[in-house]
């Protein structure tokens, strides 16, 4: 797996306000066949995504990144979506991210 920095300040996606105690981290892994160009994470109690984290960048097939979760909450039950180059979208929800402590897109 290739570690990569998407330019120094996409070094680490950051969601919502500065960092807190409480703040989540964990790795993104594209393995997929197909870049990754948008990310949405957002609160499992949330109805609606927030922001594109990778905001005009992309994760290529192979790659991960580190994301850090800055929103203030004490959750660690987050939903995903993520859009690819090929056109595919696909929506993960109900994750402990605390616990995975990665997530990975693949074309399985």
Known sequence: MKRILLGAALATLTIGSAALAEDLEFFLINESSADLIGFNISA???D????N???GAYLA??????VMIADGLSTCV???RGQFSDGAEF??????LCDMGSYTFSDG
């Open 78 to 80: 987050y939903d995903i």
């Open 91 to 96: 929506e993960d929800y109900g994750l402990d």
């Open 48 to 51: 609606a995504w927030e922001d």
């Open 61 to 66: 097939p192979g790659y991960e990144i580190g």
């Open 53 to 55: 984290l990778l905001d």
């Open 44 to 46: 499992a109690s949330s």
